[in-house]
């Protein structure tokens, strides 16, 4: 059962940095691309940036310039080094992994990690 795990989310100032890791276990394939996605209160999920398996990047418009995300040398681990947040960054943020085989995609979703940003 693949399984996708989330850490490093907290409680932070206005103007500070947080980082969130993701490791997706019980896959024996490679993840073809990953990603970070966010939910606020009230608000749809929305992607905030995600990367392919060859390193291609795009984010939001809302955290462009700081939010990098990356990937680990395993390729199945994911990071998303946050600087410069703002209140409106508080969310849920859950990650996302993607494969596909053949014309089959398979997305699989983490339990969330929530980030707060305090004023």
């Known amino acids: 059962q693949v399984q996708l795990v989330e850490s490093g989310g907290g409680l932070v100032q206005a103007g500070g940095s947080l980082r969130l890791s993701c490791a997706v276990s019980g896959s024996f394939f490679s993840i073809n691309s990953m990603g970070w996605f966010r939910q606020a209160p009230g608000k749809q999920r929305e992607l905030v940036a995600d990367?392919?398996?060859?390193?291609?990047?795009q984010y939001s418009d809302s955290v462009k310039g700081r939010f990098t995300i990356s990937r680990g040398d395993a390729k199945n681990t994911v990071y998303l080094q946050m600087d410069s947040l703002k209140p409106e960054d508080t969310a849920v943020y859950y990650c996302r992994g993607e494969r596909v085989s053949g014309r089959t995609a398979y997305v699989y979703w983490g339990q969330g990690t929530q980030v707060t940003v305090s004023s």
């Open positions: 990367i392919t398996s060859g390193s291609s990047t």
